[in-house]
């Protein structure tokens, strides 16, 4: 008799988990490593899924991801599909337009959240995915953010 409760303990374990999946899985281990490592003060994006591919990094602004005249260079732009922040005092602004009227949709990444490693799940405030669609970036406080990557 004393089987069947253990037997009934372990199904309801078992469909537990498959309700509520790990966040571990979800982590990016090879982002957890690259924020380790991450120079404080700066975000920094890549061009594959968790922190994989370096586009680059920057502890200013950048209006315009596609030219050559901040941090992020010509293809750069709507590529990124991981991103860290470890900025000191800001969170980071990205945007699908370019320019400094900061155009198009944005979504914000927090200091607390660290890193994106899959913005294939990720959304601009305009409805379009952030995944290969980042165009620019600013430093905010979290007051101008109400759409945040994860």
Request: charged fraction near 20%; proline fraction near 2%; aromatic fraction near 10%.
């Amino acid at each position: 008799m004393r089987k069947l409760p253990a037997a009934l303990t372990v199904l309801a374990m078992a469909a537990l988990g498959a309700v509520v999946p790990a966040s571990a899985a979800h982590a990016g281990p090879i982002c957890q490593q690259s924020y380790r490592d991450a120079d404080a003060g700066y975000m920094y994006a890549y061009d594959g899924l968790d922190c994989v591919g370096f586009l680059g990094k920057a502890e200013g602004n950048d209006v315009n991801w596609g030219d050559n005249s901040q941090s992020f260079k010509g293809g750069d732009t709507n590529k990124a599909s991981s991103i860290l922040n470890k900025g000191v005092d800001y969170e980071v602004k990205f945007y699908n337009g370019t320019g400094d009227g900061w155009t198009g949709g944005y979504t914000c990444l927090a200091r607390s959240e660290h890193f994106a490693s899959d913005l294939r799940d990720n959304d601009f405030t305009s409805g379009a995915s952030a995944n290969n669609s980042i165009s620019s970036h600013r430093w905010v406080h979290e007051s101008h953010c109400a759409e945040w990557a994860e």
